[in-house]
């Protein structure tokens, strides 16, 4: 191995993680390629991408955007350092001339988007980027890989919160969910959704999301006894929540009942958890317990393989449950895993542009979405033109201007979450139900969008054929 290969193989170990001063190299290798294609050919006017999803999965009723803040970020700081760009020296792929104008590259370009939070559909633009077409580009791959994360995460967490009717819903999924960075956002995308607590402390830190703990198992196993063990655990931290199913269940719940008459007026308990077996059975025998011993105050809190489908089913059977804990059904979401999510050149040079391929079309140009309201419930969706006069609400708007957001794109996280919880409500309610929605929500395309679609494939068939 090369002296060089070998610094190449010591940087990537001792820094195995995504910083700033490497994100730049954490697209495709195609991104690149082209990126110094598009330089030797001088391709560099302006272009616009469009991110959209290009269908619902049949589990959804609606997505939730989420991810703009992450993009926006990564626009504004993405450098390619001389760490980067001796790697890539060392690649056969790129000349060093490229290079050098790599060394100089930053993001100078617009981005439009819908506020995270935002109820979106199929084929709706969630942002578009403008800008000399190498930046668009190579923006492709992490726009994608946050975008399409934290919605995904975003959309599955608003079906549980809608499920829970008004519980909390606490975010238990980190030690399952897929990578690091992914348990950090995801519990960023739950927070905007309506998720009340994480048990994430980085993420607690970060994003200042409200942290929720109690015990595992193993502090239960490790005392003498189950009674012992609450009663070490409630000394140091009198308003918790204690864990009764290491053993047995119903036994949990009695120890529980005898450690507050040992403690009279001094016990503060909140809650039980339980944690396996048939909870809506375990949660109404819990329930009669407790009130019986007089502790009607002492909350239910339940965890263990939960999603929306079983806390629907445990709330319609009348389980006595104040609370959820929910960790991999919603941080890996079996039924809607990952979104059908591009984002496709749509013009460039002042052209619109599109493909032809089978199932895949384009909506060519920068385009706007118009939300129609009646009653405050949303009722319809167009896609149309950018700087077309359309029905309702614009909900596309400027977010970064010369490689800079703008104020637009500036809100804490909690005016995120408060905005997304007024946007889920205006839904119509079959929408917010977990069945699929029949009739799902109209959206239609502008009369003037459809003819610049039909002019641009007129044109792109009369030069293929020509």
């Given amino acids: 191995m090369s002296e060089a ?34 330089w030797r050919e001088e391709l560099l006017d302006d272009a616009v991408f469009s991110l959209f999803v290009r269908r619902l999965p049949p589990e959804r009723n609606f997505l939730l955007a989420c991810g ?36 100089e590259f930053r993001f100078t370009g617009e981005v439009r988007a819908v506020r995270e939070g935002t109820p979106v559909f199929a084929n709706e633009p969630i942002l578009e980027v403008a800008a000399p077409l190498p930046e668009a580009q190579l923006a492709e791959s992490f726009l994608l890989n946050q975008v399409h994360l934290q919605t995904t995460l975003a959309s599955k967490a608003a079906r549980v919160v809608l499920a829970a009717r008004g519980r909390p819903v606490v975010d238990f999924g980190l030690r399952r969910i897929h990578g690091a ?39 239960v196993q490790v005392h003498e006894s189950e009674l012992e063990a609450f009663r070490a655990f409630s000394a140091l931290y009198p308003d918790t929540v204690l864990l009764v199913d290491t053993y047995d269940t119903i036994e949990g719940v009695r120890h529980v009942v005898r450690l507050a008459r040992e403690l009279g007026e ?5 809650a039980v958890r339980l944690d396996s077996g048939d909870l809506g059975a375990l949660a109404v025998a819990a329930r009669a317990i407790l009130d019986e011993a007089g502790l009607e105050h002492v909350e239910i809190f339940a965890s263990g393989g939960l999603d929306e489908y079983e806390i629907r089913r445990l709330l319609e059977r009348g389980a006595p449950i104040d609370g959820f ?29 599109l493909k032809l391929s089978p199932g895949k079309p384009i909506l060519p140009g920068r385009k706007q979405i118009f939300r129609e309201v009646a009653d405050g419930t949303f009722v319809r969706d167009v896609i149309a033109r950018a700087g077309e006069e359309g029905p309702g609400r614009a909900l596309v708007e400027p977010m970064m201007r010369h490689g800079r957001r703008l104020r637009a794109a500036e809100y804490t996280l909690d005016e995120a979450r408060a905005y997304a919880a007024r946007q889920i409500a205006a839904l119509p309610s079959h929408l917010r139900d977990l069945a699929p929605a029949h009739p799902p929500y109209p959206v239609d395309i502008s009369e003037e969008l459809h003819a610049l679609q039909r002019w641009v494939t007129d044109e792109v068939q009369r030069v293929e054929h020509a």
């Fill in 181 to 219: 960075d992914a348990a950090l956002k995801a519990t960023r995308a739950y927070h905007i959704a309506g998720v009340s607590a994480t048990s994430n402390v980085l993420a607690g830190h970060v994003y200042g999301v409200p942290l929720a703990g109690t015990m595992a198992h193993s502090y």
């Fill in 68 to 103: 703009l803040d992450d993009a926006l970020r990564y626009l504004e700081t993405a450098r390619f350092t001389p760490e980067t760009l001796d790697y890539l020296a060392g690649r056969p792929e790129f000349r060093a001339d490229f290079l050098d104008w790599l060394a």
């Fill in 5 to 38: 290969a070998a610094d190449h193989v010591k940087t990537a170990t001792d820094a195995p993680w995504v910083t700033t001063e490497n994100v730049a190299l954490l697209t495709d290798l195609y991104e690149l390629k082209m990126l110094q294609a598009y």
């Fill in 266 to 270: 001094e016990f503060r308990v909140r």
């Fill in 325 to 353: 804990g929910v960790g991999i059904g919603m941080g890996v979401p079996p039924d809607a895993p990952s979104l059908d999510m591009v984002y496709k050149l749509t013009e460039y040079a002042g052209r619109g542009r």
